[in-house]
């Protein structure tokens, strides 16, 4: 009986979720992403394409890694949520604010790539 307990492998280890040293800025990103996505629903057709940018995201940046991908998906309910307490209607605020968002978005992406991409 001890042979064969013997040969069975091991569980696999658990994995280390590990920081990035982007994660902060990766944070704010998924939370422009949940304004974003509020935002041009509001003002405009149903539009899941930042939605499913964050999922994209998520699938791409937190693997295996539970923790971050809750972070992520909190900064990105963040987002969505803030948005949606503000602005009830599209308003020429809100149409400005999107325009905001999505440029300081554009600048976040291209940050994070340049210094931390392949």
């Known amino acids: 009986m001890a042979a064969a307990e013997a040969e069975q ?7 280390e979720e590990k ?6 800025k990766l944070q704010r990103f998924a939370e422009i992403l949940g304004s974003v996505h509020y935002l041009r629903n509001l003002c ?8 499913q ?3 994209s995201l998520l699938e791409e940046e937190t693997k295996g890694e ?3 991908a ?3 998906t909190a900064a990105f309910n963040r987002g969505y949520r803030s948005f ?3 602005y009830a209607r ?3 605020q809100a149409v400005n604010a999107e325009n905001r968002y999505r440029a300081e978005g554009a600048t976040l992406a291209a940050e994070i790539t340049a210094r931390f991409g392949n």
């Open 70 to 72: 809750a972070q992520l």
């Open 66 to 68: 539970p923790k971050r």
């Open 19 to 24: 920081p990035a040293p982007y994660d902060l």
């Open 9 to 15: 492998p091991a569980p696999p280890a658990p994995v």
């Open 84 to 86: 949606a307490a503000t």
């Open 53 to 55: 940018a964050m999922g």
């Open 90 to 92: 599209c308003t020429q």
């Open 44 to 51: 405009a057709k149903h539009d899941a394409s930042w939605r």
